[in-house]
C-alpha cells in the first residue's frame, strides 16, 4: 500500500501549462504502475494517462496525447503530469492512482486495478 499526495493543480488561463505531480510513500515506487485519471464536475472519472514501473511504457488518452504527457521519477518516489495548451474543458478534480504491479496487462484505464488513490489536486482553466 501506498500514499499518494497531489500537488501542482490551480486556476490558469487557455493555452497555459501546468505540470502536476504525485508523491508516493510507504511502498517500492518502481514496482508500482501509476496513473491520472480527472472528474470535471457533474461527470465520471476518466482516465488521463499512465506509465509502468520503470517509465518504459506509457499509455494516455486519445484525446489528450498531443497535448499531455507521463513521466516519473523512481528516485524522488513522483510521477508527474505535463500539461500543455490547456482548455477550459480540462478543467476538473485530477487524482493519481497506484496498482501494485510493475507491468500493466491490459488497458491502463481500468480503474479497478489501482489499489491506491490520491486525495486529488483541483485545475481550474478559465476562457
Known amino acids: 500500500q501506498v500514499q499518494l499526495v497531489e500537488s501542482g493543480g490551480g486556476l490558469v488561463q487557455a493555452g497555459d501549462s501546468l505540470r502536476l505531480s504525485c508523491a508516493a510513500s510507504?511502498?517500492?515506487?518502481?514496482?508500482?504502475?501509476m496513473a491520472w485519471f480527472r472528474q470535471a464536475p457533474g461527470k465520471e472519472r476518466a482516465f488521463v494517462a499512465g506509465?509502468?514501473?520503470?517509465?518504459?511504457?506509457?499509455s494516455l488518452a486519445t484525446s489528450l496525447k498531443d497535448r499531455f504527457t507521463i513521466s516519473r521519477d523512481n528516485a524522488k518516489n513522483t510521477v508527474y503530469l505535463q500539461m500543455n495548451k490547456l482548455k477550459p474543458e480540462d478543467t476538473a478534480v485530477y487524482s493519481c492512482?497506484?496498482?501494485?504491479?510493475?507491468?500493466?496487462?491490459?488497458?491502463?484505464?481500468?480503474?479497478?486495478?489501482?489499489?491506491?488513490w490520491g486525495q486529488g489536486t483541483q485545475v481550474t482553466v478559465s476562457s
Open positions: 492512482a497506484a496498482a501494485p504491479t510493475p507491468h500493466m496487462s491490459g488497458p491502463y484505464s481500468h480503474e479497478e486495478k489501482y489499489s491506491d
Open positions: 510507504g511502498g517500492t515506487f518502481s514496482e508500482y504502475t
Open positions: 506509465i509502468n514501473g520503470s517509465g518504459g511504457t506509457t
